[in-house]
Structures are given as structure tokens and as C-alpha cells.
């Protein structure tokens, strides 16, 4: 049953820290990421340099989360994470009760006392699955005992872990889907994170796929394991708080991501980071890039002080949309009150009443939520929902 909206974090500010490198790329990834180039010194140096530069431009606030992800950060020595957490409780400093989280893979379990020790307090581990022939096929370089090792090391050294999965494979069945499922909600961890398999343009199985090769779930089958997910998350008290999270209690939530979804400030620290920050003295919020390739982000920060390659204001109207797009991916919805006062823009009503009449939307007091069907839809991040 759902405790009711959390605290908001809309007025928060977050900080996220992509770390590039991987040992592996995986078939399915398209985040920005790189084989390893041996410049990890200078990267780390540029990244502390481009905080300077972010802290001259929030000025005086506190920070309620930090996040590493990538990449595999897991990849940073415990030396580079200390510094980068040092810094920015030097620059910022941190909320009383601050999130630092970090993005791993299972086979660096045995830094992970290390990680502990320079301030990671949330881990959220790339398990993916349980299935040795399945994790030969997603590309990843662990197997499913190691996985299972990582997560009872993971509980032993952090308050909060968080376990990802990926489902609607081609070939996997309701019965495969439930057993991985289930072995992950028993494992101790209060967070899982299951990920339909999306198959993206430019990766490995977006060649194979554009050669005729089925990798994915149809999509008629997938629903019903986005369906079955629900259903066994919630049966073992996982609420489904936003529509790819599931968690134990509202302390297993993830701070960041709601930051994310709730319309608070992150600044992007690393090669093609995304950014939203308010603007001061000319209202509304910009949204930032950095420079996207390791080599001209050290290159950008040493000439200009900062690694920002791209940077937009946002009208009101994209503001509206992207709040609407993020905020309504929770179950406590979108409150419209706040984001009338945050944007200075209003939502289309015409647009919401059609998405009312097509059991998409329900509305509570100043809360707007998606339905059933409108999370099922929104599994994908539909530009279809916004109003």
C-alpha cells in the first residue's frame, strides 16, 4: 500500500558524476561510454576542476544526492571516489541525509568495502539475470554465481542496495521471467530496478535487429511481463513507487532518481553529462550537456574552466512537457499545483481532460497520476502522454 507523496525534492539540487569507461561495452547499451585510455588522472582532474566552476554557479546549496554512474564507475579506485565525494562536501557540502550512490558491476565485488569506506552508501548492482546462457547473451562479463556473490557482499557493506534486471528477452517465458524475478525480491535487497529490453539504434543489437534478428519480447508479451512484474513485486512488498522501481520501504527509494522525476537541479560532472539547473537571474531552468568524448572534455575544462559543450534555455512550454514526462513516471503522480508555481506555465487542460477521458489519468486533489494502463503505456517514456 502506498505511504502517501514523499518528501518533495522539486528545490533539491543533485550532482552526477558519469564515469566513462568500461571493461566491456554491453550489446545493448547506448549511454556514452568507452573502452578504458589509460587518463584517468586527467579525467579525474578536470572533473574536480569542473565543479569549481559549477559551485561559482549555484552558489550556497547543499547537496541531497550523488550519483556515479557511466560506464562503470565501479571501475574509479577507492582513492578517485573519495575524491571526487571530498570535494563536493567541500564545495557544497551535504544534506543531513544524503544519498551517494554508485552504478556496479558484479565483478568488482571485491572493491566494494573500498567503495564503502570513501562515502558510497547506496549500490545498485547490474545483475541483469540469473541465467548464465542469458548473460552470455547480454554481453556481460560475470555469471550468475558471481552475482549472486556481489549481492551478499553488496548487503554487507551498504545500508541500501539495489539490484537491476533485464526482462522481455526474445525466447524468455512468464515461468523464466517469474523465477529470475523472484530470486531477486528474495535476495535481501530493498530495491529492484527491472528493465525491459530495449533495442537502440547505433548498439550492437540495433545492427543485428536492423539484419532481421529477434531480440527483444513482442510487444503484446512484454506488456504481460510488465503486468507479471508488477503483480510478484508488489505480492512480496515491493510497491512499484515509479514504473521501472520497485521498493521494500520508502528509505529503499532512490533520492537521486526522485530528484529526477520531481523536477530538482542536477549538474552533469563528466564526458556527456546532462544537466538541469535553475537560472537566477534570468528565471526558468537550463538544460546542459558536456562535451561527450573523454579527451574534449579535459581538453574543454583546461581552456575554459568548465566541460559544458551545449547549454539551452528552456521555454516554458518544454519545461512543462519534460516535468510532465518525468513526474508522472511516479505513483504518487505529478502535483500541478508545484509545477504551475516552478514554471510559471500552465497545462494544457484540454490535453489533460483528453487523457482523463482515456483512462490514461486520474486526478487527486492537486495530484495528477498515471492509470494502470497509462504506466503500461508510459513503460517506454511515451511522448504520446504529455497533455
Not at 4 to 10: I, M, Q, R, S, T
Not at 194 to 204: C, D, K, M, R
Not at 296 to 302: K, L, S
Not at 352 to 367: F, H, K, T, W
Amino acid at each position: 500500500m502506498s505511504e502517501g507523496p514523499a518528501p518533495g525534492l522539486g528545490n533539491a539540487l543533485g550532482l552526477y558524476v558519469h564515469w566513462p569507461y568500461c571493461a566491456r561495452i554491453c550489446p545493448y547499451c547506448d549511454f556514452n561510454v568507452y573502452r578504458p585510455k589509460g587518463d584517468d588522472d586527467a579525467l579525474l582532474a578536470a572533473m574536480l576542476a569542473d565543479m569549481a566552476h559549477w559551485r561559482a554557479r549555484t552558489g550556497a546549496r547543499s547537496l541531497a544526492s550523488l550519483h556515479f554512474g557511466g560506464g562503470t564507475p565501479s571501475l574509479m579506485t577507492s582513492q578517485q571516489l573519495a575524491a571526487v565525494i571530498g570535494e563536493a562536501e567541500r564545495l557544497w557540502g551535504f544534506s543531513s541525509d544524503a544519498e551517494i550512490g554508485l552504478e556496479a558491476n558484479p565483478k568488482d565485488v571485491d572493491g566494494f568495502s573500498g567503495m564503502a569506506s570513501a562515502g558510497i552508501n547506496r549500490l545498485s548492482l547490474g545483475v541483469q539475470s540469473f541465467d548464465d546462457q542469458v548473460l552470455v547473451s547480454l554481453g556481460r562479463d560475470h555469471d550468475a554465481s558471481l552475482a549472486r556473490r556481489a549481492i551478499d557482499a553488496a548487503q554487507r557493506d551498504f545500508a541500501r542496495v539495489s539490484l537491476d534486471m533485464i526482462y522481455a528477452r526474445a525466447g524468455q517465458t512468464a515461468d523464466d521471467w517469474a523465477a529470475e524475478l523472484g530470486e531477486a525480491l528474495a535476495s535481501g535487497a530493498g530495491h529492484i530496478s527491472p528493465y525491459q529490453l530495449t533495442i537502440e539504434p547505433g548498439t550492437a543489437f540495433g545492427k543485428r535487429a536492423g539484419r532481421g534478428e529477434q531480440l527483444d519480447a513482442p510487444p503484446d508479451f512484454a506488456a504481460d511481463l510488465y503486468e507479471l512484474t508488477e503483480s510478484l513485486c508488489a505480492d512480496a512488498g515491493f510497491e512499484g513507487y515509479e514504473i521501472s522501481n520497485h521498493a521494500r520501504s520508502r528509505a529503499d527509494q532512490s533520492v537521486h532518481n526522485r530528484l529526477y522525476w520531481e523536477g530538482g537541479d542536477w549538474i552533469g560532472i563528466g564526458p556527456g553529462a546532462h544537466g538541469r539547473i535553475g537560472r537566477a537571474s534570468a528565471g526558468g531552468r537550463a538544460a546542459t550537456e558536456a562535451a561527450r568524448r573523454p579527451a574534449d572534455y579535459i581538453r574543454r575544462v583546461a581552456e575554459t574552466g568548465s566541460g559544458i559543450a551545449g547549454e539551452e534555455a528552456l521555454s516554458v512550454a518544454d519545461e512543462i512537457a519534460e516535468r510532465i514526462l518525468m513526474g508522472m513516471r511516479l505513483a504518487d503522480g505529478l502535483d500541478i499545483d508545484h509545477l504551475h508555481a516552478t514554471t510559471g506555465g500552465r497545462v494544457d487542460p484540454d490535453g489533460l481532460a483528453r487523457m482523463m477521458r482515456q483512462g490514461m489519468v486520474d486526478e487527486a486533489g492537486s495530484r495528477i497520476r498515471l492509470t494502470a494502463a497509462g504506466r503500461l503505456l508510459a513503460d517506454g517514456v511515451s511522448g504520446e502522454l504529455v497533455p
